[in-house]
């Protein structure tokens, strides 16, 4: 039996770091489409269940739109069963802008727990690992969306723990027999959300669990960190930034969020950088972490350490302004053990 886990979808979610409103609207029917496009996945390849782990939506303000694409989606495909669990965002918000539940909506609020009597396969959704009684005689599959301490969820003869809350793909062992998984969500909505995104299809035969991370997202949010304690100027760096985005192969399509560290001269274009990265990809976002040299050197004037010695000789010396940064700059990464080219 194929099964589809999912969770963290946050259908309608405002997408408030991309400062362009039209790529944020956008980004929304994009979300929408890979959540419908799952669902089409499943159709073709004889999926029978879809486990919603919640957070299907962003709130509790549903656009009557979303609403009426998801309840279509459910409704078109009866071959399905779809579980659902709300999640800490949209609470109980999708039930009530259903006009209808469909049938094979399965919404624990009457029932906990759904059985596949043929292939011996239970569906239970728990706030609470206290609430379980399961059966060590059947494949046992949970529902719960928040943190776990894995320890709390173990002999509970749980074979599969259906997890949402984390954006981020992570499972683990629950003792000899289980496993719990989060699925991660399907698209990244914010630079914090970098990497693969997708959903975990779960095979079940004979007892056995074989899962597989499905990568669905139409775009990722690649994470990119940069030294750039050698770098001159704005030129040098533009060139470190375009060499690495090459290395790396992202496509155009996608969005980059590049992280820069160590030293820096104080005379960085960042909205160059901003303006021509913005213009070579989806969108892009300077995360700008770096030691400007110049209060590097206003803080350590009065640093007992070494390198505060260090900087306050050189500042004494009667050299030209951009040559004492220059030499405080290498001399310093010197003392950390930097290579210096
Ligand atoms: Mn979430």
Known sequence: MKMIHCSDIHLDAVLSCLSDTGKAEERRNEILLTFVRMIRYAAKNGVKAILIVGDLFDSIRISPATI????????????????????????????????????????FTDKKSYRYDEEGITVTAASDPSELNLSPADFNIVLYHGTIRPNAWMNKNIDYLALGHFHELKEGALGQRGRYCYSGCLEGRGFDECGEKGFVRLSIKNGLLEPVFMQASKRTIHEVTLDISEVKGTGDLDILISDETDRLRIPPDDLVKIVLTGRTPDDININYLKKKYGEEFYAVHIVDDTVSVRNETENARYDVSLKGEFIRMVMEKSWPENEKQEVIRIGTMALEGKVIS
């Open 68 to 107: 009426d694409i998801v309840g279509k989606c459910i409704i078109g495909n009866p071959d399905i069963d779809f579980f659902y669990i709300s999640g800490n965002h949209e609470r109980d918000a999708f039930l009530s802008a259903l006009p209808a539940v469909p049938e094979n909506l399965k919404t």
